[in-house]
């Protein structure tokens, strides 16, 4: 399924005309790279708990160290992947590289979009490219967890807990994301299914707010009737027709 050509239209002329862009960001825009949506991947969780309970903090605090061997299943592409930007972040970068002031406010944990050039990033569900040590806070870099089975603090050897946002945790960056949606001129959802809460809310708000705002996902989502446009369609395909 492709974007119309008055679809393109729309979505530029909205695109031209607004000097600050929000973009919500989720699994949809990582596809395209490679990254599979954690959710469809198979695991140990699927046949012994479920994936809500196997990435959860509470099982991270009773269990890290099987919470740490079902998050290395869950996530393990993902961590070990050399994967890159694809077409959309690309367009993105591409448009705060032109002058516009874009936040991306992203679902996605993989640092694709930094990799891609953008500057200003709200990884809301956190990072997989670091872990912290919940017992005194040292950081520590990806390339040190890949060492470890259970990655030890190197400090107080406490085990590390991943900087994803867990099942049960809040969303620390949730408030900044509202308020970054809100004083924008445009909001584009790209990839986002907007099954998750909070962060589903956003668009909601925007909208309320009397925010422009538009969809490109490949399918349709239960928040559609409450958008300007709907695009359902590849991101990648339609961001290069919208730079051509």
Not at 2 to 30: C, F, K, N, P
Not at 67 to 88: E, T
Not at 138 to 161: F, I, M, N, S, W
Not at 165 to 178: H, R, S
């Amino acid at each position: 399924m492709s974007a119309t050509e008055q679809q393109l239209q729309y979505l530029r002329q909205l695109i031209d005309d607004a000097g600050r862009i929000a973009v919500l960001t989720g699994a949809g825009m990582s596809t395209e790279s490679g990254i599979p949506d954690f959710r469809s991947a198979d695991g140990l969780w699927s046949r012994d708990m479920s994936l809500a309970d196997a990435v959860s903090v509470d099982y991270f605090r009773r269990e890290p160290i099987a919470f740490w061997q079902a998050f290395r299943d869950i996530f393990r592409i993902k961590l070990v992947g050399g994967y890159s930007p694809n077409d959309g972040h690309r367009y993105l970068a591409a448009l705060e590289a032109a002058g516009k002031e874009v936040t991306i406010l992203t679902q996605n944990i993989d640092g694709l979009h930094g990799r891609a050039g953008n500057q200003r990033v709200l990884e809301l569900h956190g990072t997989l490219l670091s872990a912290s040590c919940p017992a005194c806070e040292t950081p520590h870099a990806l390339d040190y967890v890949q060492q470890h089975e259970v990655p030890p603090c190197r400090r107080c050897g406490a085990v590390l807990k991943p900087d994803v946002v867990l099942y049960g945790e809040a969303v620390p960056l949730i408030d900044v994301a509202f308020e970054a949606a809100l004083n924008a001129d445009l909001l584009l959802v790209m990839g986002s299914s907007l099954e998750v809460s909070p962060v589903n809310l956003i668009p909601v708000e925007a909208i309320r707010a009397g925010i422009p705002c538009a969809l490109i996902n490949y399918t349709p989502t239960r928040f559609d009737a409450l958008f300007d446009l709907c695009v359902h369609a590849g991101i990648g395909e339609t961001c290069r027709r919208l730079a051509g």
